[in-house]
């Protein structure tokens, strides 16, 4: 018999998530400050749960999905406080760590698992159920979700215990707003050079389907030199001179416009090491 699931927070992700348990076989219990928030879900079949204290009650299976830190330390010591034992309590809000650590040890006194279980993808892969989710926590608990986490996820990643899905989490946005940092370093670059920003936009997107961005990179096991003897080595230093080259030229087109242009700076100064050579 499947369990049922609630889901708290009902925000611009948690909703979409949570709209694609509406006919989940062993039913949805769903709650939010704002009682508005849980109305659509409502209309097509969820259960609005009398508070947090009446959706532990009722579900074995919790998500949370709230803002910050402080949101989060509420509502899970709230649910635990009426949780029977053996509920699996998934935070899915971006947290601290140790956050995580200090709730999974507060729900081990009530025989309740606390899984760390953030998401990416964002607003879109919410919507279309093709978010990734990073699992923190125990094997059988995090077991335990995969059935309902697939109904909004195409990626379900057991990352090891809990704190570890944060841990990656906090690494994969690393990624994302670098990058985006980048990419407003390089539209003030195009910018003075008088290139069209929607275009350039157009050509990142292509390639960016094309390579894979900059997970293209991502292939290694490990941050370790590269030895000479690697089979990939060639392959890689082919790319550092392409990049040092590429990153050259930009800084000086940048000088010429009198762009600064820090992160390329940085970007080339440290490249090579980057890329394990």
């Known amino acids: 018999m499947s369990a049922v699931v609630g889901f708290v927070g009902l925000g611009q992700i948690g909703a979409p998530m949570a709209g694609h348990l509406v006919d989940w076989p062993g039913g949805l219990v769903v709650h939010d400050v704002r009682p508005q928030a849980a109305a659509d879900l409502a209309e097509r079949g969820a259960d609005v749960a009398n508070g947090l204290a009446d959706l532990a009650k009722r579900a074995s299976v919790i998500s949370v999905m709230v803002r910050d830190d402080d949101q989060v330390r509420a509502v899970v010591s709230e649910v635990l406080a009426t949780a029977a034992a053996g509920t699996v309590v998934a935070i899915h809000s971006t947290i601290g760590t140790e956050t995580a650590e200090e709730l999974a040890a507060e729900g081990a006194q009530h025989d309740v698992d606390v899984l760390d279980a953030p998401v990416s993808g964002g607003f879109m892969g919410a919507h279309e159920g093709k978010l990734a989710v990073m699992v923190g926590g125990p094997a059988a608990a995090a077991d335990r979700c995969r059935e309902p986490f697939a109904r909004w996820a195409t990626l379900f990643v057991h990352a090891g215990p809990v704190g570890a899905g944060t841990r990656m989490k906090l690494a994969r946005n690393l990624i994302t707003f670098g990058s985006y940092t980048a990419a407003t370093e390089g539209q003030r670059l195009a910018e003075a050079a008088g290139v069209d920003l929607g275009q ?9 389907a094309v390579t894979g961005g900059p997970a293209s990179i991502m292939f ?31 800084l000086e087109l940048g000088r010429r416009l009198g762009v600064e242009l820090p992160l390329a700076e940085v970007a080339l100064a440290r490249f090579a090491k980057g890329l394990g050579l």
């Open 220 to 250: 290694r096991g490990t941050t370790a030199p590269l030895g000479p003897d690697d089979p990939m080595y060639e392959i890689v230093d082919h790319t550092r001179q392409l990049g040092e080259k590429d990153l050259a030229l930009a």
């Open 200 to 208: 350039l936009a157009d050509v990142v997107r292509h390639s960016d």
